[in-house]
């Protein structure tokens, strides 16, 4: 499968607890993304990496919220303390890069649904 | 802020008629424009780009761009039970990243 693969698929965890997200993208996609989908809402930004380079994180982002992508292939997702509000879908796609003054499409993963208790 | 709007729905269409989704952006300056589909409890999957003004169409789906009035849309022909799924309309509004609507639910009726 070359597809973005994301894991845990699920994760309940009790408020107060950290939680850490694995995505491994498409091998050769350089671009890699994370997103948070709440119901009934669109996929929101929270931070992209080019290689191993975190280059844009969202001003909402909380700092309790970090990222890594250490070799330019996988990347982690940590939320510590989480809350209640954390609770959603986190979606983590890959995209080749800029070309031509247009940009790629992304590919998701099946993203991890969290719930905090 | 920069915004991406999409009429929340739900659009009921019967099956085999033409589905009309919408999409207004707010960056004038934005290059590249997408339609995502996502099923209920799925990640979204890409269906559809489009870069310039005009019409672009692959199999029953086509999408138009105008940006002098900075809008999109993705019309579905011939649409089926199985295109029932929330439509996502995504917009590169800088260099780096997609803006994302909140989407249309798209109902079609056997």
């Known amino acids: 499968d070359t597809g973005v693969s994301q894991d845990p698929r699920h994760k309940i965890t009790k408020r107060g607890q950290n939680v850490t997200f694995r995505c491994d993208p498409i091998?050769?996609?350089?671009?890699l993304y994370w997103y948070r989908q709440t119901l009934g809402q669109g996929p929101e930004f929270l931070t992209y990496?080019?290689?191993?380079?975190?280059?844009?994180k969202s001003r909402l982002l909380s700092d309790r919220f970090s990222a890594e992508r250490p070799k330019g292939s996988f990347s982690t997702l940590e939320i510590q303390r989480t809350e209640q509000g954390d609770s959603a879908m986190y979606l983590c796609?890959?995209?080749?890069?800029?070309?031509?003054?247009?940009?790629?499409?992304?590919?998701f993963g099946s993203g991890t649904r969290l719930t905090v208790v | 802020q920069k915004e991406v709007e999409q009429n929340s729905g739900p659009l009921s269409v019967p099956e085999g008629a033409i589905a009309s989704l919408n999409c207004t952006y707010s960056?004038?300056?934005?290059?590249?424009f997408f339609w995502y589909r996502q099923y209920s409890g799925k990640s979204p999957e890409l269906i559809m780009s489009?870069?310039?003004?005009g019409d672009k169409e692959d199999g029953r789906f086509t999408a138009q761009l105008n940006k002098a009035s900075q809008y999109v849309s993705l019309l579905i022909r011939d649409s089926q039970p199985s295109d029932s799924a929330t439509y996502l309309c995504a917009v590169n509004m800088g260099y780096s990243t997609l803006t994302f609507g909140k989407g249309t639910m798209l109902l079609v009726s056997p």
């Open positions: 489009i870069y310039s003004n």
């Open positions: 990496f080019q290689n191993e380079a975190q280059l844009e």
């Open positions: 091998s050769e996609h350089n671009r």
């Open positions: 960056d004038r300056g934005s290059q590249s």
């Open positions: 796609a890959s995209s080749l890069g800029w070309e031509q003054g247009a940009n790629y499409g992304y590919t």
